[in-house]
């Protein structure tokens, strides 16, 4: 392994002063040899490049940061001291993509000084053939025991005017916003994880890993083919306060040779710490109903001050309708004080403990344990996190007595507007992904596990792998989901999804809440006048089938079935895949697909030996053909002359997201791994397969 790994010393000499120093270049390349980190001090300046075999990915970029009190590591830098190691793990998944993940990858560290003054920090850069990461790391030392970092000077120097998929960062709808494809020159500050598309057909996407006890990085274009870092700020001003010694998230960069290469990536949980909070097998993954689309759609209200949606009786119904089709779960939104009025701006007044009327959480449980079906939990804050802080012990205690295992919890408040009361009282407004709000949720997880609850956080900060350290972090929004179907203009579009995957998916699990029946719900006779409906433009502009292939496609260990049950009973059909396609896998291969433009996507399911197979697109008609060789690749061993019987779910011949979603095939037939499927896919269609061992 040493062979591989080549500190090489290169001996540029430069005059600093009247001492001779040298600079040296540390070279550090992924176990199979073709992703190269340099690393070089010369001039006094840390950079760093990145080197696909011939390819330059990365050209020389800086490397530092500045303190408001103190000099930064930003000049008259030079590397000290410098290691190398390896790694050739596997670890197990909680839940997941796939059961079992593969760490191999080497490792180089640097120790370099600042000498006027002398300061000191470290870089580590771990290289995996997908990807790297690397991290400052910063010691205690006496001339830096408190600091306030004012800039992050990494730069990720493109070598290319790529094309890249991006959303807006720090705007008033957080990570709420359609994806935009530009050139990396027109790139405006950015949220990560951003992907690029080479001219080479390599692709690469700029994230982090492990952000804790930091504030978030986007990304802001500067001149040529120039990104750097930008640090959400602190309201008290300086971006992020920190004693020594302490370590920065992962900056990483994943590299492929193609998009689907981006999607079998581990590298975001390879560089996370393993599970922090001990067994999590209390947590099932599974799918749940809810009150929930209801309130969207303008069929009953949050609030108690209208057609209330929480009621128990309403609830007891949403049971038995979840037992009968083998749901775990019912999400109730609206239970608590506090939604009467402008809930968006009620964070001062939620309680978390206090029920309306109308609404029996002990009768509700009751009912539950009778039929096998839990309540999921809500906790919106409109993004008052000093009123969720006050009563989360009181909150969760309540939820655990009444058998809830899983909270939905809720930040909405625009970009910048989460309140917290300090210390003097004076109410203080983050941004979500702030270095305080990066906290309060490592609170509100490691008080959800003493309660033996997992979080399903929407307008959270988004995903770095987190998952990993603290495995009931099981699900989150932070990006366009179903939601916007119901009331937005635009509904999130026929290519949203197609975008989705490549980008926001890369971060980890998201609570898309997929299963749209109706997919016209704003042309539903309104209830009654005051409540009208949303304009007819809001809508849900995929096929039926491409509709189902989410459940594949987007992951989460947790998904919802989220349409009105009288819209599920109305095609029993289609609705019988919703309730076998399983939430939690052993393996996952993305087999092809294009950013922005569709992917096809195999799984094994964790718990059984069935496969499922999903393709969607975008806006665009096509035929896509998947080769069932995976089949034979099974954990039951090799097998290709195994029988299976393939259930397709597909676009019929007219299927079209806006003429005729649903226009849809539902067919048997028997294949074996040496076979291939093709699909004809409608505009904005989709195809999904479940195989189960004959
Ligand atoms: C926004 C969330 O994304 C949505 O799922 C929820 O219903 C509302 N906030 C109310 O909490
Ligand atoms: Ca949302």
Known sequence: MKKIISTVLFLSVCLLTSTQILSATHVVASPDGKLKVSITDQGGQLMYRVDKGNKAIIDPSILGMRFAAQH??????????????????????????????????????LSIQRNKPQLKFEIAVKVFNDGLGFRYQVPQQDELSE???????????????ADAWWIPARKWNRYEYLYKKTK?????????PVTMKLTSGIHVSLHEAALLNYAGMSIEHRRGNNLVANLAP?????????TTPFVTPWRTIQVSDDAVGLV????????????KIGDVSWFKPGKYVGLWWHQHINERTWGHDGIHAATTEATIDMMDFAAKYGFDGVLVEGWNIGWDGDWYNNGDVFSFTETYDDFDIKDVAEYGRKVGVKLIGHHETSGNLTNYENQIDAGFTLYEKNDVAIVKTGYVADGGKLKRIDK?????????????????????????????????????????????TYPNWVSREGARGQEFNAWAVPPNGPNHVSDLVYTRMLSGPMDYTAGAFDLRPSERPPVNEQMGRHDKRSRIEHTLAKELSLYVTIYSPIQMVMDLPENYEARPDAFQFIQDVPTDWSESVALS??????LVIARQDRNSSDWYLAAHTNAQTRTLTADLAFLGKNKNGVDQNSEWEAQIYRDGSKADYDTNPYDIVIERKTVTPKDSLSFNLGRSGGAVVRFVRR
């Open 72 to 109: 930064g590591f930003d000049a008259d830098l030079v590397i000290t001291e410098s290691k190398t190691t390896s790694r050739d793990q596997t670890w197990e998944q909680p839940w997941g993509e796939r059961r079992f993940i593969a760490d191999k990858h080497n490792e180089l560290w």
């Open 593 to 598: 697909g294009e950013v922005g433009e569709y």
């Open 424 to 468: 003097e009282g004076i109410a203080r407004y983050e941004f979500h992904d702030g270095q305080y709000n990066i906290g309060h949720h490592i609170r509100v997880l490691e008080k959800a596990a003493k309660h033996k609850i997992a979080i399903n956080a929407h307008e959270p900060v988004k995903g770095t792998g987190l998952r990993r």
């Open 147 to 161: 600091v306030l970092i004012t800039e992050e000077l990494t730069e990720f120097n493109m070598d290319e005017n």
């Open 264 to 275: 079998n990536s581990d590298l975001i949980l390879n560089l996370n710490e393993p599970n």
């Open 234 to 242: 602190r309201p008290e001003g300086g971006l992020v306060m920190l």
């Open 184 to 192: 990396v020159n027109e790139i405006e500050m950015v949220h990560t």
